[in-house]
């Protein structure tokens, strides 16, 4: 199969089911976003070293990076369409189990902080960001379209756990956490 398909070359691609809209659509706009903040992820990933301390976090990115995906379909799938990949609430509930987790691992937050540190902590930070765009992207499709009942919450939920996953690397590399001066 050829990665290149030239239906693209007039400035559109096809939804979930066959639809054709503009490359610039919000729909395109937001899976593209959830794209980006995989990569991103896979990046981050990419800079933990590569031992035994970390294959937990790995597991668990593995899911959130598989998810993205199920995210991803459904912001592709048109209104009143379905796809066998999706979000649940359990999904959901899995994040903030996480989050738990890792907060109870560290020190907590007195003030702001500023996204850096270890390389992989401040690609963390760099992949909550693009989640909160994706997740401004779904809303404004939301807002006109009803999305799957769970992928508002699993992205506003993602960046909080990139968050926290970003404060752990910190801690769990000896790292530095930048504080916010007033």
Known sequence: ????????????????????????????EAYGTCDEANSTIGLALSLLPQTEEWTSLRAVFHTI???LFH????????????????????????????????????????????????SAAATLHIARTVVRRAERSAVTI??????SEHVLGYLNRLSDYLFVAARYVNQQTQSTELILHQ
């Open 71 to 118: 995210v991803g379909a459904a912001l592709s799938t048109p209104h009143g369409k379905t796809v066998s990949w999706v979000v649940t609430a359990e999904d959901v509930s899995l994040l903030e189990a996480e989050i738990d987790m890792l907060e109870a691992a560290l020190t907590p937050l007195t003030t702001f902080i500023l996204p850096g540190g270890h």
């Open 142 to 147: 939301h807002q006109s379209e009803p999305l």
């Open 1 to 28: 199969m050829k990665i290149y398909t030239k239906t693209g070359d007039q400035g559109q691609t096809s939804l979930v089911y066959g639809e054709r809209v503009y490359k610039d659509s919000i729909r395109v």
């Open 65 to 67: 990076q598989t998810k």
